[in-house]
């Protein structure tokens, strides 16, 4: 909620016409967008949270930190094509949400997508098993020696 709460009042403060998307890996929208006016108020500024940000909310998965095997395989993806690590509870859940709009097309058709990483990668380590089941033999060992 911070740093989405950040990136939207930076781009409204800044004059950028960029509409943030904001995927939710945890809570609802409800809740995040009172976070994100709390924020607003905070700093005594005049907009509304609803005006600066689009909230995701169905990426959550089945339950905080728990990881389906479609969502690993997206992350699986993305590394090996991009070299992008991302842990499979916050940001990686981000990352499939992105994947799954920009493969729908309608949100993101015709524009340029920057996702903003927002680190993060030792959930990794937890998700070993899962993962190396996933991963063809070769790299399995290599990754997770």
Do not use: W
């Not at 700093?43 to 959550?60: I, Q, S, T």
């Not at 090996?80 to 920009?102: E, R």
């Amino acid at each position: 909620g911070g740093s989405t709460a950040g990136i939207a009042i930076g781009l409204k403060l800044a004059g950028l016409p960029i509409r943030l998307h904001g995927i939710l890996v945890c809570d609802n929208k409800q809740y995040f967008f009172k976070h994100i006016q709390d924020t607003i108020d905070a700093l005594g500024l005049p907009y509304k949270a609803e005006d600066l940000v689009v909230l995701h909310d169905e990426y959550r998965g089945k339950a905080y930190a728990v990881s389906t095997d479609e969502e690993l395989l997206v992350l699986q993806q993305v590394a090996a094509t991009s070299a992008v690590l991302a842990d499979p509870v916050y940001t990686g859940k981000a990352i499939c949400g992105m994947v799954d709009l920009a493969r729908r097309g309608e949100t993101f058709q015709g524009s340029h997508v920057l996702f903003v990483h927002t680190g993060g990668f030792f959930g990794l380590y937890d998700k070993k098993e899962q993962l190396s089941a996933l991963l063809p033999k070769d790299t399995a060992t290599r990754l997770f020696p």
